[in-house]
């Protein structure tokens, strides 16, 4: 699979295409005054607890509180406390050697919130998710610092390694190397990306993630609530950070300091790649050039259209999103239950690219074609989890269920994306109707009526081509020459591509616009 990046700066920000294959699965934005971006730390005040629903608000600088439950709190929420104060009163200038903090004991998981964050203290809390609609921000405690190949959690010296790494022994000399290296007090998470690399690299990733605890030790010094800490990487460098791999063949963007910051990251993480990095710069848009445009008007309207002619119908309401799958005129045999087969697998896939490139989050209830045969509906389960399989977001696929309704949960962490593709007609206004050609024709013979009794001469009228040729057609017997024997007078008759059906417009013979 070759993977491209694709990067557009634009004055209001960042907007980034994810291409599998030349298809887009994934668009983001990062605007240029992004605030409360997942991954991002602040030090918070409580400002309420809440003992009804276990959760405390706090103030992180949002204009509503942010929200923190208890089973976001993690185990070594008092040691988290701890720290934040100390770091915020420490005098020495080099600040206090974290390897000799004294952890405190971890909190049990049927607590109060009340017994940990009594007093309303000053808290050191990282967005989880991003403020969506009404909501405020979500916070956890369970700080974790990503790199390439670990991820860094303080207040614990557990070292585990992803599941995804299926051979044990390669599972067990990770687990060697990463706890010989990593210092007192820190937990490690060994990513997947780091199956096969050896101890420098590994050491690397660990020494920047430690450096980067020992940037917020010292921002927090003298810090008061609210205040941002520590922001997450730019949403160019955690994207490369997360998906870099060797099915990537190419990352291209518009602008000198992004090309710049991305050829020096991947050089920095992965030399032998750097030179699939490139400026644009030829003058056409770069989302037109690699065809992101024209994907992105054809993938975010109500209808999807596939192929083979199936289409899906995706509905969104407060509560949940609906899709619906219709096969079209799709037949790929005489057989109705192959072609239900045929057809939901291909909704399938594209189901499963909808969900990453909206990032639709919550509950989404698909309706597929009705198969009767247990075993075709076993296939469709199977396919849609292997297509869901690169999805970066936590999901479940649930069975199809004895309505041939299958439901599926996707883990929110942002707004979903929503491009309206629709406009108002500019001819009608949303009407829906517009002046008949024949009042068109008379309202502009009208206009040069007057025009020419007030003195203008050798007048040129400007419209859509449309009507361009019906004014023209016939040459001797057209409606542009009878105008010229009526009046006596020149007239010339110039097309327009970007005048709506019924605009016209007059010019003198110096070319400047006739206002009436």
Known sequence: MNKELIINATPQGVEIALLEDKKLVELHSEKSDARFAVGDLYLGKVKKLIPGLNAAFVDVGFEKDAFLHYTDLSPYARSLLKFTQQAITDKTPEGFDFSQFQVEPEIIKTGKIN??????????VQILKEPIAAKGPRLSCEISLPGRFVVLTPFNDIVAVSRKIHSSEERKRLQRIVESIKAKNFGVIVRTAAEGKNTAELHEDLSELQATWKTIQQNLKGATPPAKILSEQTKTTSILRDLLNADFNRIVTNDKGIYADA????QRIAPEKADIVALHGNGTPIFDQFGVTKQVKGSFGKTVNMNSGAYLIIEHTEALHVIDVNSGYKSVSNNQEQNALETNLEAAEEISRQLRLRDIGGIIVVDFIDMKLPENKKKLLEAMEE???????????LPISKFGIMQITRQRMRPEVNINTQEVCPSCNGTGKISSTLILEDEIEKNLGYLFTHNHRNLTVVVHPIVHAYLTKGWLFSKASKWKRKYSQSIHVKPNTNYHLTEFRFYDSNGEEIKL
């Open 387 to 397: 297509f869901m399989r690169p999805d970066r977001a936590k999901h479940a696929v």
């Open 263 to 266: 050829k020096s990251y991947i």
């Open 115 to 124: 017994e940990v964050l009594n007093g309303k203290p000053n808290i050191l």
